[in-house]
Structure formats: structure tokens, C-alpha cells
């Protein structure tokens, strides 16, 4: 069985920093893209940044210049970095990643979530 672990979610003043990780474990034979979203209260869910297998990135306008995603292969980690936080990343943080498993085709996991609040 797959499981995603995230971690590293917390409280933080405005402009600090915190780095989110996540742990893809199981029957696992290959990671492909892994995506962090996060969901505010109230508001739909939202696809926050994607790196892809060979470490190719993307990021929402809004988190451009202040986060940065990362992935540890040899670890099936994926990190996202978050620097200059302010008060409206705060969010519950979602990890999601296509894997290829044991016995099962290629298909996106989630993992439990891990919040972040920005708050002074």
C-alpha cells in the first residue's frame, strides 16, 4: 500500500520561512511528476507547484520568487521551501504525486495534509 507522509507544517510570523517535505512509501516502482496544492478555508483547492521527474519546475503566479520546489528521488521526498510567507499562504498544504505501484497502474496519491498558518 502507498501512503504519502507530509511534514513540516507549523505556525510562522509573516515573512518567515518554513520548508514542507513529504514521503512517498510502499510497494513503489517509479515516481513521476509530484505536486504540492493547498486548500484555504472556503476556497477550491489550488495546484501550488509541480516538478517533474527529471526536476523540471512550475509555480503559481503568486508564489513565484518565494517558494521552491525540490524532490530527493533517492529518498522519494519532495520538498517545497517557502520563504517571505504571508498571511494569505496560509492553507492547509497537500502533497500529490503519480506513482507507479506493485500491482497497480500509474495513478496520483494524495497525502493527509499538513497546515500552515501565518500569523503575528
Known amino acids: 500500500q502507498v501512503q504519502l507522509v507530509e511534514s513540516g507544517g507549523g505556525l510562522v510570523q509573516p515573512g518567515g520561512s518554513l520548508r514542507l517535505s513529504c514521503t512517498a512509501s510502499?510497494?513503489?516502482?517509479?515516481?513521476?511528476?509530484m505536486r504540492w496544492f493547498r486548500q484555504a478555508p472556503g476556497k477550491e483547492r489550488e495546484l501550488v507547484a509541480v516538478?517533474?521527474?527529471?526536476?523540471?519546475?512550475t509555480y503559481t503566479d503568486s508564489v513565484k520568487g518565494r517558494f521552491t520546489i525540490s524532490r530527493e528521488s533517492a529518498k522519494n521526498t519532495v520538498y517545497l521551501q517557502m520563504n517571505s510567507l504571508k498571511p494569505e499562504d496560509m492553507a492547509v498544504y497537500y502533497c500529490?504525486?503519480?506513482?507507479?505501484?506493485?500491482?497497480?497502474?500509474?495513478?496520483?496519491?494524495w497525502g493527509q495534509g499538513t497546515q500552515v498558518t501565518v500569523s503575528s
Open positions: 510502499g510497494s513503489i516502482l517509479r515516481i513521476g511528476d
Open positions: 500529490n504525486a503519480d506513482l507507479l505501484a506493485v500491482a497497480s497502474p500509474w495513478r496520483a496519491y
Open positions: 516538478i517533474s521527474s527529471t526536476h523540471g519546475t
